[in-house]
């Protein structure tokens, strides 16, 4: 990361880390939220309690500065987690996990102009972007099948429509490589700098927001439509990768979801619930909440420790008795629930520091990752044999 130090007159950047003393926090994260703090026209860092270091920058902070830095939102710009509320007649994990469909496995527009999925889609696709239409993608990517388990705020629950024992979809994903040729096209000119053209890059940014959205509303579709439901409106969807203009300031979020009155699931882990909250953050936090439960271990680490303590089938069935739907083996130990800190942890710093109050748990049933080898293939070749896709 390029150094851009403050200038003599100004003041200093803030730096607040809302995790208690025993929460794990690596110390290179600190060291990226002060490295960031020291940019020209910081005014404040706020570290989540799900901080872990990334590149160039920490995920799991919220930044507030005077100036615009495209590479404190990152590449995936529009990443987000939104909540389907799913009518199933039965709920069998192990025959829904064989009926996803292959979400690897772009919408064409012309290809699949029949698909019913289409009908979440009102107006243009933002940008134009039509590839990976209908796509999950990788990394911590997931879209999953989990019921409503304990309900702490009833009244709030109700308001959202959702009781203990409710089926729900669960989509997290991202602008699928929009958001990457936004940051490249920054990056190729001026590197880790602030944009020159803040109102350019925020039209381009605000599209791949957009997208991200309508993204996991097209993924939510595909997958309700697959398991015999109707596609739902998401009673949550909030992007955690993203900048917003707010008092004259430019506050960037990456891996940190807005948590002023809103909604927000904090995921899990595919081996432990996760906690859907009313966020009520202030100034201090950044008008921020995390937005999951962080990495504790590289990937690298997480792939290597796996191996040497879990089979792939271990890893097929998880802690809480959910299924894994993943063809990728290198990812399923990249994405073991251990790789990832205790989400109770997280959550109940958010809770002691005041910034949110728990109102439902989700527990997986079904996670899918990636399409298992084969399958996913036979059964798009059957739906193109009913005449599903037509060019």
Request: net charge neutral; proline share 7%; aromatic share 4%.
């Amino acid at each position: 990361m390029s150094q851009h130090h403050p200038r003599p007159e100004s003041v200093p950047a803030t730096v607040t880390v809302f995790a208690s003393p025993t929460s794990w926090i690596e110390s290179d994260a600190v060291a990226q939220c002060h490295q960031v703090a020291a940019l020209d026209g910081m005014v404040h860092v706020a570290g989540m309690p799900d901080l872990h270091p990334g590149k160039g920058a920490p995920i799991g902070a919220a930044m507030t500065s005077t100036v615009l830095y495209p590479f404190l939102v990152g590449s995936d710009i529009g990443c987000g987690i939104a909540v389907f509320p799913l009518r199933l007649k039965r709920v069998v994990p192990e025959k829904l996990a064989a009926r996803f469909p292959d979400l690897d496995r772009a919408l064409d527009p012309e290809r699949d102009a029949d698909d019913p999925a289409w009908a979440v889609v009102a107006g243009d696709i933002p940008a134009g972007h039509v590839e990976g239409l209908g796509t999950v993608g990788r990394g911590n990517h997931f879209v999953e099948l989990a019921r409503v388990g304990t309900v702490f705020e009833p009244e709030h629950a109700r308001r959202l429509g959702l009781t203990e024992g409710d089926v729900v979809l669960v989509v997290h994903s991202g602008s699928r490589g929009l958001g990457e040729r936004i940051l490249r096209a920054h990056t190729e000119v001026h590197g880790a700098g602030p944009t020159p053209d803040p109102a350019g890059y925020l039209a381009m940014h605000d599209a791949a927001v957009r997208w991200g959205s309508l993204n996991r509303r097209l993924l939510a579709a595909r997958v309700a439509h697959a398991l015999g439901a109707e596609p739902t409106e998401p009673v949550v969807d909030q992007c955690h990768n993203l900048v917003e203009v707010r008092d004259g300031g430019y506050l960037h979020r990456k891996g940190a979801a807005p948590g002023d009155g809103r909604d927000v699931l904090v995921a899990g882990t595919r081996g432990t619930p996760s906690y859907l909250v009313a966020a009520h953050a202030g100034p201090d936090a950044n008008h921020s909440v995390a937005h999951g439960a962080g990495r504790k271990m590289s990937r690298a680490d997480a792939l290597r420790r796996g191996r040497a303590k879990h089979t792939v089938e271990e890893l097929r069935r998880t802690p809480v008795g959910s299924l894994v739907v993943c063809g990728d083996r290198q990812l399923l130990f990249e994405e073991a629930p251990t790789a990832y800190k205790r989400i109770e942890q997280v959550i109940a710093d958010l809770v002691d520091h005041g910034l949110a109050t728990p109102v439902v748990t989700t527990v997986p049933l079904v996670t899918y990752k990636t399409p298992e080898p084969g399958t996913a293939g036979r059964r798009d070749r059957r739906d193109h044999r009913r005449g599903r896709g037509r060019s």
